[in-house]
């Protein structure tokens, strides 16, 4: 059995994590953050295929999972590397989903290794997965406290 891996966390400014509010007018969502609006994990299981991914640290990723803690949001996430960057065996979401329970969980994450499309694109999806929460307050420098210290 595989020892189980700590996710990492990043800290991220909150709209970037924002919902946002459909728009009835308009037929789409407003004021929904990048990394938000990234989430795939229903369009890789239908259809093996990601939304638009979001950048962090010099590279793509795609946010598999929302939570809600009281007043914010955070999101899980999976790198998106090119396939021949890929060392592992690339699985889909289908040959993953079939395996039982045991070994359907990967110490990396459950979508770790799997291959999917973005655009005309092939990816892999690396794991583990991080965790993006938002920044406290005391994190956030407002503009202000910039010219305050002059």
């Not at 970037?16 to 953050?33: F, K, N, V």
């Not at 803690?69 to 999101?75: K, L, S, V």
């Amino acid at each position: 059995m595989s020892a189980t891996v700590t996710p990492r966390e990043y800290r991220v400014d909150p709209s970037r994590l924002a919902s946002g509010t459909w728009c009835h007018s308009r037929d789409r969502q407003i004021g929904e953050g990048d990394i938000s609006a990234s989430y795939s994990a229903d369009k890789i299981g239908m259809e093996g295929k990601v939304r638009k991914p979001f950048a962090w640290q010099n590279a793509l990723w795609v946010c598999t999972g929302m939570q809600s803690y009281g007043d914010f949001r955070a999101a899980e996430a999976y790198r998106l590397v090119p396939e021949r960057f890929f060392s592992g065996e690339p699985t889909t979401y289908n040959e993953v989903a079939c395996l039982p329970d045991a070994e359907r969980f990967k110490p990396e994450g459950f979508y770790h290794g799997m291959r999917v499309r973005s655009g005309k694109h092939e990816f892999i999806l690396v794991g583990p997965s991080v965790k993006f929460l938002p920044k406290e307050d005391s994190e956030t420098i407002e503009q202000a406290d910039l010219f305050d210290a002059l």
